[in-house]
C-alpha cells in the first residue's frame, strides 16, 4: 500500500517530470562487440525491471491511467494527448535517455552494430543473435514520447519503426550503397551485365539473409527500393532489350526477381516486352513471306507460334507468370497476328491462313492421329486463333474445308473433327460449333444409311448394274453449299443405282425430297482400253462425257450436248479440261476422239526439278534430308510407281502408276 501511495504522491506534485536515466560510464569505454554487448545487458536489466514494476502498478495503469484517457477524448480537444501505462512509460524513457547515453554524439551503437555485418562480410563470424536483440530494443521503443488518445479512449501509435529506422535501417541502406558502388562499377565500366546482374542477385541476397537473422523483415522491401531500384534500376533497365534479343533467361529471371518488389519498378521492362514481342512477330512473319509478300498456311502459323511459344516461355520461366507481363504478350500477339506482312492486302488473309492450316492438319496423310505432334499441332491452331479478330473469316473458311473434308472422304477421322470442334467451341460460338458437329453427325448418319441400302440391294449382287456406291444426305441449311439447277442426262450406267436409292429413301423417310448436288460428287472409272488398267478419277459431269465414248469414239460437240443435256457453258469448260488431261484428242473445232495412245498416262520430269519442288512443297512444315527424300524415291521405283531413266544425258523420273 506504502508504494501505490508513493506512485500517488509522485504523480499528483507540481514537478512530474522523470529523472533521467543515469548514464553509463561504461558506454564510454566500450565499442564494436563490447559495445553491443554492454548495451545489450543493460537493456536486459531495464526492460526486467519495467515489467516488474508494470506488474506491481497494474492498479494505475487499469484505473487511472485507462480514465483518465477516456475523460481526454470524451473531451473532444483536437490533437488530445495522453497517458502512457507504466511499461510503455519505462520504454519512452528509454528511448529519450537510454538510447542517446549508448550512442553518443558519435552514434558508435550503430557503428558498432554495422562493424558487426562488416566483419562478417569478411570472415562469415557474426553474432547474429547479439545484433537482433538490439533491433528487439529499438522496434519496442518506437511509440510516441506522449500518446494520442482517439475517440474511444484508446491509444493511438505512430510509426513505431521510426527509431529502429533512423538508427539501424537507414545507416544500413546507406553502409550497402557506399559498399557495393565501386564492385559493381567495375561490372559496367566493362560492358559485363550478365556478371553485373550475377553479383547485384547474390549481394542482394546475402544482405536478406542478413536482414532475417537480425533485423526487422520490411527492411527487405526497403533494401530492394532505395538500393537496387535508386542505384542501380537504369542499368537495368538499358539492358533489358539485350537481354532479350539474345535469350539471356538467366539474367531476365534475376532481372525481374530484384526489381518485382518495387512499386512500378516493372513497368519500364512490361513496356519493353511488349514491343519486343511486335517487333518479333512482325519480323518472324516477314521472314517467312515469299518475295511477293504470299505466304504459306503452315509458314504463316509456325512463324506465329515460334515467337508466342518463345515468349509464352519467358512469362512462365523468368517472369514467374506475371499477369501484367502475360497481358502485354497477348496484346502483341494480338497486333502482331493481324498486322503483319500477310495482311497488307487484306484483313482476311490472317484467318484465311489459319484455316487452311487447319484444314491440312484434318486431312488423311498429314501428322499421325493421336501422336503428341498432331495434339500440339491442334493446340496450336487454337492459340492462334485466340489473337484473330476476324473470327467469322476464319469461321466461314474452316467451314467450307470442313465441308470439302467430309464430302470427299478426306478427313483423318470423324472422332478428331469433333474433338476439334469442341476446341473451337471454347473460341467461337456454341450455334456455330453446333453446326460443325451437325456435319459431322449427319456424315455418321449418312454412312450408316449407305451400309443398309447396300444389304437390302444383296440380293441384286449378279446384276451388272449395281455398282460401288455411298452417299451422304444433308441438312438442306446445315451446309455451306448451293444447290445448281443445271444437271445433265443420267448415263444408263448409274440410272438403275440412282433410282433405286431414291425409292429406297423415300420409303424410309417418306415427305422428304432429295436434291441432288452432282457439281459435289466424286466418280472413278476404270479402263479397259490401255496396256493396262486405270482408275480416273473425275467430277460427275466428267464421267458423264466420258462413258458416251463406250459407244463410239468420235463424238462431236453437239452429239455430247445432245446425249448429256449438260448446259452448255459447263459442257465446254468440262470438254477442254479433258483435252488437257490428254483423255480426249481435239481433231478439229468440233469434234473429239478418246485418247487410246498409252504414253499419255505417263509422265516424266527430271529428278532434280521433282526434288525440288517437294522441298518447297515440304518447306512450310520441316526442311526434308536429302537421304530421306532417296530413300523414299527408292521404295516409290521398287514398289513400281515410278522409274528411272536417261534421256538425253538427264537423269529422268518416269510415272508409272
Known sequence: MELYTAVYNYCTSGDISPPPIQKREGYNQRYGDALLRVYVKEWDRYITGAKYLSRVCNLVDRQWVKVENKETAQAKKLDARGFHTIYNLALVQWKLHGLPSAQGQTHRLTSAFLQQLEDGRRDGVVDFGLLKQVTTSLLAVGMDDQPIISNSG????????????????SPFIAACKQLYALELEGFTRTGNLSGYLRHLEARVREEEDRIDRCMYVATKNTLIEDFVYDGHARTVWYSFQNLLNFDEDEDLRRMYNLLQHKAGGL???????????KQSGLDSVERFSDRQGGMHADAFVRAILDVHTRNSGLVEKCFQDDIEFTTRLDKACQYFVNENAAATTSSKIPPQLLAQHADALLR???LLTGSREFD??????MT???YINDKDVFQTFYTNSLCRRLLHGSSTSEEVEASMIAKLREACSLDYSSKLMRMVTEVAVSKELTDDFRRSMGQHSGNESLIDFSIVVMGMNMWPLTVHPSGFEIPKEILWTYERFSRFYGQRHQG???NWLWGQSKNELRTNFLNKPYILNCSSYQMVVLVHYNDSETLSFDELFEATNIHKDILIQVVHGLVKGKLLIQETDERFSINLDPSFA????PSQILIKEVKEQLSGRFTPRQTDLDSAMAVLIEKEYIDSATVDGQDMLVYLA
Open 267 to 277: 513497368q519500364a521492362l512490361q513496356e519493353k516486352f511488349e514491343e519486343h514481342v
Open 364 to 366: 488423311k496423310g498429314g
Open 384 to 386: 492462334v486463333l485466340r
Open 376 to 381: 500440339q499441332a491442334l493446340d496450336g491452331v
Open 512 to 514: 422428304r425430297k432429295l
Open 602 to 605: 505417263s509422265k516424266t520430269m
Open 154 to 169: 484508446e491509444v493511438v501509435h505512430g510509426n513505431l519503426l521510426a527509431v529502429y529506422t533512423q538508427h539501424i535501417e
